[in-house]
């Protein structure tokens, strides 16, 4: 049997945020016909943010594409996007969970990347929050990362390089095998 090659939109959305913006959003997507493959939203500060990956027939997303900036219009939000395909399977990788936590500072998240840049690892998800210590209030950030760390990589010397990196930061971090 013939499998018809699904197309994929991946829709950026910004705006102020308020109650029934993913309601209406993703109504307009299944209405279309479409489909919500993956998706992620938060709303930082007052402003709600979305990205989705959308696929479906060729027909069904050029469709759902022609309402996308009445659809933006109409909700007060900013909407992009771009026609993209799947990913293409990789090389064999193992998803490892990177948590850090310390005092508030810039350039936490940036030497974070630095590390698995070099590292020839690639960054799969990232997620930060800022909050008060507790009992003291003091300003802390937490990191949560995904990487995708190559099959043939030695696990231990990673572990060894990005412990002895952070702790130079002042940094307390942990990296694990990411648990489906």
């Known amino acids: 049997m013939n499998q018809i090659k699904k197309e994929c939109l991946v829709i950026n959305a910004s705006g102020e945020d308020r109650v029934g913006l993913v309601e209406k959003l993703t109504q307009q997507v299944t209405a279309a016909g479409c489909n919500i493959e993956q998706s992620r939203m938060s709303v930082l500060g007052g402003q709600f943010a979305l990205i989705m990956l959308i696929t479906g027939g060729q027909e069904a997303l050029s469709a759902l ?11 007060g939000l900013s909407l992009i996007h ?8 990789r090389d064999a990788f193992i998803p490892y969970n990177v948590e850090v936590v310390a005092l508030d500072h810039p350039g936490i998240v940036h030497k974070l990347a630095q590390f698995f840049s070099i590292n020839g690892i690639n960054i799969e998800e990232l997620e930060t929050e800022a909050y008060p210590a507790p009992h003291t209030g003091s300003p802390m950030f937490a990191v949560h990362i995904t990487v995708g760390v190559p099959a043939g990589d030695s696990i231990a010397r990673l572990r060894e390089g990005f412990m002895a990196y952070c702790d130079d930061l002042n940094l307390d971090a942990s990296i694990e095998p990411a648990r489906s």
């Not at 594409?65 to 909700?75: F, H, I, M």
């Open 82 to 89: 771009k026609w993209t395909h799947k990913k293409a399977a």
């Open 65 to 75: 594409e022609k309402q996308l900036p009445s659809a933006g219009e109409s909700l």
